[in-house]
């Protein structure tokens, strides 16, 4: 069965780049990248901007999970704000297709979130609002953890292959 992994976490905790890295490392993996699919100006979530953006999202999961030559969907995604809201919308257009949802919660310790978000070149606020919010929103998710506070993303992504048993062609 085809698995939806789901990779999720604070601002610049790395699940971009480990996401990046199971799909170097697994063939027959796709990614979807929700940064370039709510790219909006202004950037915001509001009544008006959510539809279309999980619209968006939803499209291009449904697309891969359809795809006869794509096993793996990887996503990954935050959930403050309004977010949550979004990835709610998008769940929903995906129960009429068959596949495994398979999430994992990234987390660290903050100091290395901050040090990440840094190497990242964020400014000071967008990495005090990482950590005042995005780092709280996953309170009370039950989801399967996994702390990358002293592992690599190469590392993270081979941990997250194994634990999930992520099938194909290893790379």
Do not use: W
Not at 1 to 21: D, E, P, R, S, V
Not at 106 to 135: A, P, T, Y
Not at 164 to 171: A, F, P, Q
């Amino acid at each position: 069965m085809k698995k939806l992994i789901f990779i999720c976490g604070a601002n610049g905790i790395g699940k971009t780049t480990i996401c990046k890295q199971i799909l170097y490392k697994v063939s027959g993996s796709a990614y979807v990248d929700s940064d370039t699919l709510r790219m909006i100006n202004p950037n915001v979530l509001d009544d008006r901007t959510i539809p279309t953006i999980a619209a968006n999202i939803a499209c291009l999961i449904r697309n891969y999970l359809i795809c006869p030559a794509v096993e793996n969907v990887l996503f990954s995604y935050g959930f403050h704000g309004r977010r949550k809201e979004v990835f709610s919308i998008v769940m929903k257009s995906l129960e009429n297709i068959r596949y495994k949802f398979c999430p994992i919660l990234l987390e660290c310790e903050e100091s290395e979130n901050i040090r990440r978000m840094k190497c990242d070149d964020r400014d000071e606020e967008r990495i005090c609002r990482g950590v005042e919010i995005s780092r709280k929103a996953f309170d009370g998710i039950d989801y399967p953890r996994l702390d990358v506070t002293f592992f690599t993303a190469e590392k993270s992504a081979e941990i997250i292959i194994e634990k999930l048993n992520i099938t194909g062609e290893r790379l």
